[in-house]
């Protein structure tokens, strides 16, 4: 699902910087308003070096598996794009222009996080979120008959979508991403009255209505971030009645919240819009309200207005790479259960990708009839990838040693490879793919998915030893507790500076919360090597 989460140090070189170190007073006007002042350009200026800079992104989309349904065959994103011949060339090269920008952004901002690598928020989720999406919305451009130049603008809206996309901006990062592009496009292309601004102009457009997927979940985040703002508890928003409350200035929040959510958990009812039918007719007291989570309007592609269709396959993007990908789901899981919000806080790893099912549902109700179904393809696909993954994870956290292992020179590579070697006898149905189109690559991802999730539990047992299971919970071989994949976790109460207070927790408490980050971790690796499985 499209998540949001707590406020995390910087942003995402956003603010005023590039507004404040270069006046455009040469550009047009409409130009400086869908910048904002090119608020955002500093942080995605073009390289010096761009032709070299493109190449570097070429070869990162070369580790991104695509299935080309033309030649029903899967190959990587990079030489699908290459031997297109429905684009013309300039416009790919433009979209490697657009790639590299985000991409340099994302790198940056990575190389100033204090957060490890294997969990950082904009290359390991944002990026390869990016740069996965870019095949799912070609094909969605053409089941919607998109023409040329208008796939290529789907495709940069997309790119663009969740480019200034961090912790604290998450309602608004659809509005800076627009800025964003439209900095960006405008040192790729011209930027007269013609055809330059005809395209900045929609794709500034799809990257602002993109957000109201999926829209009841959208409506629960709004509702939080109020609650947060006035005081409000918001587990208890769901009694709308609010008799719990005791300030009369709390009272009157309430209908307000309520009246909000309704309106973008059903963005297409007519009575909820304006004339133009392109944005929520919030009321003024409604507007105020909303002020406080930096939202000043909701934009809507309404399915009706013929120039909504390059939103609906952004949308249509989004929500296949999201909530029916094996990528997809390693991203949710990352975003989800320890040191995330306390709206994530999951009880197990499976709650976690669930979440993930239950956004589909809710996103494919707004998707175009001739999107969904492509998005129930891809959701066969992946339930059969989860099940595969859960059967080794399964295997993998059952507690059993198997051949005669000294508990203190464990392997945590022979550990997977058991685990894998286990999963195949018990499910052979999952594991029998002769039917299945895959890479000649796979085994080689599954290989080196293998060798990391080997390295995690290596690290652990050389740390900590033994699996923190629940003390007494074994029956019989292969029933132990593991907080975080078979029993509720854990979670230590948050402070106010955001922090969270693990002095309350016991010993074994805090190495079980240590180790939910391990199972979440393994699980993103595993999903990851089943993109090459189609």
Known sequence: MKESSAKQGSTARSSTRGRGSTQQ??????????????????????PANLT????????????????????????????????????????KELIWSCLTLVRLNFQQLDSLASTDKSSSYQWEMNWKHTRAEVNQVYEAARLLSLDPEETRDAIIASIFSDAVKNRSNFLIHNVHGAQAAASSLSQLMRVDEGPGKKSIS???????????????????????????????????????????????????????????????????????????????????????????????????????????????????????????????????????????????????????????????????????????????????????????VASIMRELFSGIVYGGQDPNERSGLRSVEQAVERAKLKNPELFNQQTAKMSSLSQDYRRKAMECVGEVLQNWFDVEGE????????????????????????????????????SRFSDLEERQYAFARKIREIAVELLRAEEWVF
């Open 202 to 388: 929609r794709i500034v457009k799809a990257i602002k209505e993109h957000q109201v997927a999926p829209p009841e979940f959208m409506a629960q985040v709004i509702s939080a971030q109020l609650c947060r703002a006035k005081g409000i508890n918001p587990k208890k928003m769901i009694d709308w009645e609010a008799a719990w409350m005791a300030a009369d200035e709390q009272d009157k929040y309430v209908p307000l919240i309520k009246s909000i959510c309704e309106k973008v958990a059903k963005p297409f009812e007519l009575a909820n819009l304006n004339e133009d039918r392109d944005r929520i007719n919030f009321n003024a007291q409604e507007r105020e309200l909303l002020l406080c989570v930096g939202i000043e309007d909701w934009f809507v592609p309404h399915p009706e207005s013929e120039s909504s269709k390059i939103s609906h396959v952004v949308i249509a993007g989004d929500h296949c790479i999201n909530y029916n990908h094996p990528e997809g789901f390693a991203k949710i899981a990352m975003l989800r259960g320890p040191n995330t919000d306390p709206l994530f806080h999951d009880d197990t790893i499976y709650t976690s990708l669930a979440s993930a099912v239950a956004s589909f549902s809710d996103s494919y109700k707004i998707l175009r009839p001739e999107i969904q179904p492509m998005a129930l393809a891809g959701l066969r696909r992946t339930k059969t990838a989860v099940e595969r």
């Open 25 to 46: 007073f040469d550009k047009p006007d409409w130009l400086l308003s869908a910048t904002d002042n090119f608020k955002f350009l500093d942080s995605f200026r073009r």
């Open 467 to 502: 699996l923190p299971f629940e003390n007494g919970s074994q029956k019989t071989p292969g029933d132990l507790r593991l907080p975080y994949w078979n029993a509720p976790l854990t979670y230590a109460p948050r402070l106010p500076n955001g922090f969270y207070d693990v």
């Open 52 to 91: 070299a800079e493109n190449e570097l992104t070429r070869l990162d989309l070369e580790d991104v598996p695509v299935f080309d349904t033309n030649k029903n065959e899967v190959l990587n994103a990079r030489h699908k794009l290459e031997r297109d011949q429905f684009l013309k060339s300039s416009d």
